[in-house]
């Protein structure tokens, strides 16, 4: 075990000595990685934050429930209280709009009163408005339950405008699967950036390779400094990454600041919790490893 350690050991400042040999191609690399992963971070940020904001516009959609104009006063009451009872879950809110508020409504409008003082009566249904409860799906939650309320008895028409929920959900899974894609593309430059870096120091280091072979070095003992190379690599490239992407969330949150306040609302982009930003350096120190284990098993076989 000791003996196991102290390798790793001598392999990881063998790693830093590298490193610190060619200080220029090394920050390039790790900046060019860097820029890379700075990428999705931005873009989960993004997504990170509009989704609070996506919860609280989802729970606007409503249903309005317009009733025949021969329902009985009571018709419209005994609709809220059966939407209570059968859908408690399904929707947040339910209030009866009277036929009478409604045209006294119309009435007040400049635009409308003209046209209201020549009717006989008033052509105005009782109708009854269900707010949705926030929740995954709510475009098809919604318009099912629209579907199942058109059959009840007194009940017209069922309005429901969930176009523009529909809209919201498809753009938030573009944005989720935008975001893959661009997290694969990255990995892809990672793995790039790692496989050719470490092909050039294996055959920089050809010869002094095959004097440890001659001398009675293993394999891993060969390879496992390079191991550390992608490793260590992709590590401070994603530590890097973090830094570019908190500094570009300056100008972006100074910019969006004046459109937030326009609409009277606190808006600011955040990065993502950091137990997420740890998997992140992880997983770029993982593809290090992997493209530098992946080079190093091709370009040294002399």
């Not at 000791?2 to 990881?12: E, I, K, P, S």
């Not at 992963?37 to 993004?46: D, E, N």
Request: aromatic share 6%; net charge positive; charged share 15%.
């Amino acid at each position: 075990m000791n003996a196991l350690l102290r390798q790793h050991r001598y392999a990881f400042f063998v790693t830093l000595r590298r490193l610190a040999a060619h200080p220029f191609s090394s920050l390039a690399n790790i900046m060019v990685m860097a820029m890379a992963l700075a990428l999705p971070l931005l873009g989960g940020a993004i997504l990170l934050s509009v989704q609070p904001v996506t919860k609280q516009v989802s729970v606007t959609p409503e249903l309005t429930v317009f009733l025949n104009v021969e329902a009985p006063a009571q018709a419209a009451p005994a609709i809220a209280q059966r939407i209570e009872s059968e859908h408690g879950q399904a929707v947040e809110d339910v209030r009866v709009i009277r036929r009478d508020e409604a045209l006294a409504q119309l009435r007040n409008n400049p635009a409308w009163s003209d046209a209201l003082a020549v009717l006989p009566g008033n052509p105005l249904p009782d109708a009854v408005v269900a707010r949705m409860a926030a929740g995954d799906d709510l475009a098809a939650r919604a318009a099912q339950l629209a579907a199942g309320m058109q059959t009840w008895e007194h009940v017209d028409r069922v309005q429901l405008d969930s176009d523009w929920v529909q809209r919201l959900e498809a753009l938030l899974r573009f944005a989720r699967i935008g975001l893959i894609f661009l997290g694969l593309c990255v990995a892809v430059v990672v793995l790039a950036t790692v496989f050719n870096t470490v092909r050039m120091q294996a055959l920089a280091q050809r010869e002094e390779i095959a004097v440890a072979r001659l001398v009675g070095a293993t394999e891993s003992f060969v390879r496992r400094p390079f191991l550390y190379l992608g490793a260590v690599s992709g590590a401070l490239s994603g530590l890097a990454a973090i830094g570019v992407a908190a500094l570009l969330l300056v100008p972006l949150n100074a910019a969006l600041l004046g459109l937030a306040q326009s609409y009277g609302a606190e808006f600011a982009l955040r990065l993502p919790p950091a137990f997420i930003l740890v998997l992140a350096v992880l997983i770029a120190a993982a593809l290090g490893a992997a493209s530098a284990r992946w080079s190093v098993t091709r370009n040294t076989r002399f």
